[in-house]
T-cell receptor, first 117, second 112 residues
Framework: AQTVTQSQPEMSVQEAETVTLSCTYD???????LFWYKQPPSRQMILVIR??????QNATENRFSVNFQKAAKSFSLKISDSQLGDAAMYFC??????????????FGKGTHLIIQP | DSGVTQTPKHLITATGQRVTLRCSPR?????VYWYQQSLDQGLQFLIQ???????AKGNILERFSAQQFPDLHSELNLSSLELGDSALYFC???????????FGPGTRLTVT
């Protein structure tokens, strides 16, 4: 079974600065997807960014980018120019893709991101 | 707004009771997923349906069951409820099994 580990329970950053959230995962599969989801105090789960394992290029969405290191099984999220609205729990998630099969997401325990004004 | 709707928003019930949670996926999405978020277990995948058929099972208890109807809405049935079943239950949907999942606002279940 796959596991996802987020080793930082809480991170704090000054507004406008850059912060990196760490995520590692364990899998024996070669094809899979990785995601970062954001959960603000409203509890809504919001997709931030997605990465396909077969793509070498790191995904980017505006101020959000990832550093995907497949050999190291590492998938970190970088948030540039942090804004107060970025304050939330951030969850790293893994999803396998095995020959047309299907599966749910496996989540890490989350990192609570605090933005200091 | 993700386009996924869930009802009810909040549910309070007693131990031993049975409840049904409802989910309507985004328009055109064929896949529906159910997740449980609790303080003890974190976010856990329960079950997935694709176009009416069960496709994958996660850590779903035998007391829990789900189904997806011809109009693609889904229901999660929780029976013989225990205090430990208190959690936030999310439904998510995706267009296909290879695309990203979009989450509904969740149903907060409190078992007293």
């Amino acid at each position: 079974a796959q596991t996802v580990t987020q080793s930082q329970p809480e991170m704090s950053v000054q507004e406008a600065e850059t912060v990196t959230l760490s995520c590692t995962y364990d899998t024996s599969e070669s094809d899979y997807y990785l995601f970062w989801y954001k959960q603000p105090p409203s509890r809504q789960m919001i997709l931030v960014i997605r990465q396909e394992a077969y793509k070498q290029q790191n995904a980017t969405e505006n101020r959000f980018s990832v550093n995907f290191q497949k050999a190291a099984k590492s998938f970190s999220l970088k948030i540039s120019d942090s804004q107060l609205g970025d304050a939330a729990m951030y969850f790293c998630a893994y999803r396998s893709w095995s020959g047309g099969g299907a599966d749910g997401l496996t989540f890490g325990k989350g990192t609570h991101l605090i933005i200091q004004p | 707004d993700s386009g996924v709707t869930q009802t009810p928003k909040h549910l309070i019930t007693a131990t031993g009771q049975r409840v049904t949670l409802r989910c309507s996926p985004r328009s055109g999405d064929l896949s529906v997923y159910w997740y449980q978020q609790s303080l003890d277990q974190g976010l856990q995948f329960l079950i997935q349906y694709y176009n009416g058929e069960e496709r994958a099972k996660g850590n779903i208890l035998e007391r829990f069951s789900a189904q997806q109807f011809p109009d693609l809405h889904s229901e999660l049935n929780l029976s013989s409820l225990e205090l430990g079943d208190s959690a936030l239950y999310f439904c998510a949907s995706s267009a296909s099994e290879s695309t990203e999942q979009y989450f509904g606002p969740g149903t907060r279940l409190t078992v007293t």
